[in-house]
C-alpha cells in the first residue's frame, strides 16, 4: 500500500513522515530524489545551469540552490520553467523507487513524501493522499521563524503552493499540525490503527 504525503511549505509534514516511519513505514522523499537528480555533472543540472546561467553553481560545481531559489520565487514563469525540467526526472526517480519497495516489502506501508504533489498533478499515482494541515496564520508564522524570512518573501513562498485549505479539502486523510506534537502524534496512531483496516 503506498500513500502520497503533502501539505504547505512549514505545515510540518516532515514531522509527520518522520512519525509515520517511525511507525515502520518505508518512506521515499521528494526532495532528496529532487537533490539527487541535480547532483554534479548530472544531466539536468547541465539543463538547468544552461537555463538559468552559471551564477547558479557553487565554486565546487554544486547547485546553488538559495540562489536559484531567489530567481524563480520572484518570477513565477522561471519557476514553471524550473519544474518543466526537473520534475520528469524526479517523477522517474520516484517511480522506481516505489515499484522497488512494493516488490521488495508488499505488506510494508510506502510513504512518498511529496511538497508539490497536487501542483505536479500526481495525485493520482497514490492510493490515498494525506495532507499536513495547519491554518495558513500559522504556516505564515512558522514559515517567518523557521527561514528568518520578512512577512513579504513568506508570503510569496506560501503563495507560490496551491493554498493549504484547498489541499486540505482536496485530501483523503488529514492531520491538522497546528496543536501539540502529542495531538499530531495522537492522529497518525489513528492513521496507523485504521490503515490495517482499508
Avoid at 17 to 44: H, N
Avoid at 164 to 190: G, H, L, W, Y
Wanted: net charge negative.
Amino acid at each position: 500500500m503506498n500513500i502520497g504525503l503533502t501539505g504547505g511549505i512549514a505545515c510540518g509534514k516532515s514531522t509527520v513522515a518522520a512519525m509515520l516511519e517511525a511507525r515502520g513505514a518505508l518512506l521515499i522523499d521528494a526532495d532528496k530524489l529532487a537533490r539527487e537528480v541535480v547532483e554534479p555533472g548530472s544531466p539536468a543540472l547541465a539543463v538547468v545551469s544552461q537555463t538559468f546561467g552559471q551564477d547558479i553553481l557553487n565554486g565546487d560545481g554544486s547547485l546553488n540552490r538559495k540562489r536559484l531559489g531567489s530567481i524563480i520565487f520572484n518570477d513565477p514563469g522561471k519557476r514553471k520553467e524550473l519544474e518543466g525540467i526537473l520534475h520528469p526526472p524526479i517523477r522517474q526517480l520516484m517511480l522506481e523507487r516505489m515499484a522497488s519497495a512494493e516488490a521488495s516489502e508488499p505488506e510494508r506501508l510506502v510513504v512518498v513524501d511529496v511538497p508539490l504533489l497536487y501542483e505536479s498533478r500526481l495525485d493520482g499515482l497514490f492510493q490515498r493522499v494525506m495532507v499536513v494541515y495547519v491554518p495558513e496564520t500559522v504556516q505564515l508564522e512558522r514559515l517567518i521563524i523557521r527561514d528568518r524570512l520578512s512577512e513579504e518573501e513568506a508570503r510569496k513562498r506560501i503563495e507560490a503552493q496551491l493554498s493549504i485549505e484547498r489541499k486540505k479539502n482536496m485530501a483523503d486523510i488529514v492531520i491538522d499540525n497546528s496543536r501539540s506534537r502529542e495531538e499530531t502524534e495522537r492522529q497518525v496512531d489513528a492513521y496507523w490503527q485504521e490503515k490495517g483496516r482499508l
